[in-house]
């Protein structure tokens, strides 16, 4: 089994290199990790049945993106932003303290 760790990560550009959607490109906006898929920008659209709220008074056709496995996804360009959680904390007040306390 894979133990989570993956070279795609969220703000990446990826190309889809096989399956129906092959060829496509975009950034991927989430990476699910526990089941090895990533959701891609406006590649695997699913068409869903909204039911009348007080947001859609009429109901609605949405399109959102789908998951897709990550062994299909091929990196392109790394992202620019967050990079996960240890790298978001590497600013923190959790850092060691001066050792010129005390």
Do not use: W
Not at 22 to 38: D, E, H, N, P
Not at 47 to 64: C, D, F, V, W
Request: with cysteine.
């Amino acid at each position: 089994m894979m133990d989570g760790r993956f070279s795609i990560c969220r703000g990446d550009t990826v190309k889809v290199i096989s399956g129906n959607h092959r060829g496509a490109q975009g950034k991927v906006l989430q990476v699910l990790r526990k089941k090895s898929r990533a959701i891609v920008e406006g590649v695997h659209l699913l068409k869903k049945h909204q039911r009348k709220s007080q947001e859609y008074p009429n109901g609605a056709l949405i399109e959102k993106e789908g998951p897709i496995h990550i062994s299909n996804l091929q990196l392109i360009e790394k992202g620019k932003g967050e990079r996960g959680k240890k790298s978001a904390m590497k600013g923190s007040p959790r850092e060691k303290p001066s050792s010129g306390e005390g």
